[in-house]
């Protein structure tokens, strides 16, 4: 896995059975330990890790992942504002929000910047990877407590 001061001006070959993901984590043990437990698996390669939202569109436009886990709170550009620049180049990618915010505007926000996941990083870690291969497949993911926060939202 290669941050943005690892990353050669290509990539290099992947294997082109496994789902590439990049993680996008302001605190840098979280990310380093989300990008540990994807590398677990031997359907998933970490390909990526961003600390800003900044270092993530450079890195996104290079690697090409196909899911990207982003936190909502970076330094810099926030999450929500990281999905739609990524998303304004490259509409087909594709993003899981994992977050400790489960407030009803923070879910809005990221679905309607493109996201097609929410999870919270509280959940099973075995809810992540289903996350990601579903979201992967071209599906959603919203857990049972995010669908009832976004069920009781008060559109403002």
């Given at each position: 896995?290669?941050?943005?001061?690892?990353?050669?001006?290509?990539?290099?070959?992947?294997?082109?059975?496994?789902?590439?993901?990049?993680?996008?984590?302001?605190?840098?043990?979280?990310?380093?330990?989300?990008?540990?437990?994807?590398?677990?698996?031997?359907?998933?390669?970490?390909?990526?890790?961003?600390?800003?939202?900044?270092?993530a569109v450079l890195l996104?436009?290079?690697?090409?992942?196909?899911?990207?886990?982003?936190?909502?709170?970076?330094?810099?550009?926030?999450?929500?504002?990281?999905?739609?620049?990524?998303?304004?180049?490259?509409?087909?990618?594709?993003?899981?929000?994992?977050?400790?915010?489960?407030?009803?505007?923070?879910?809005?926000?990221?679905?309607?910047?493109?996201?097609?996941?929410?999870?919270?990083?509280?959940?099973?870690?075995?809810?992540?990877?289903?996350?990601?291969?579903?979201?992967?497949?071209?599906?959603?993911?919203?857990?049972?407590?995010?669908?009832?926060?976004?069920?009781?939202?008060?559109?403002?």
């Open positions: 896995m290669k941050t943005l001061s690892e990353s050669p001006a290509t990539p290099v070959a992947l294997d082109a059975a496994k789902v590439t993901v990049m993680v996008v984590e302001g605190h840098p043990i979280m990310r380093i330990g989300i990008a540990a437990l994807v590398a677990t698996r031997s359907d998933l390669e970490s390909v990526a890790q961003a600390g800003t939202g900044e270092e996104h436009e290079t690697w090409q992942p196909d899911v990207t886990l982003m936190d909502l709170r970076l330094p810099g550009m926030s999450g929500v504002e990281t999905i739609r620049t990524i998303r304004r180049r490259s509409p087909k990618a594709r993003f899981i929000v994992l977050t400790t915010y489960e407030g009803d505007e923070d879910i809005h926000q990221a679905l309607q910047a493109g996201a097609s996941g929410y999870v919270i990083k509280g959940m099973p870690h075995d809810m992540l990877m289903s996350a990601i291969l579903k979201v992967h497949a071209g599906g959603n993911f919203l857990p049972p407590s995010v669908r009832r926060t976004l069920a009781a939202r008060t559109p403002s």
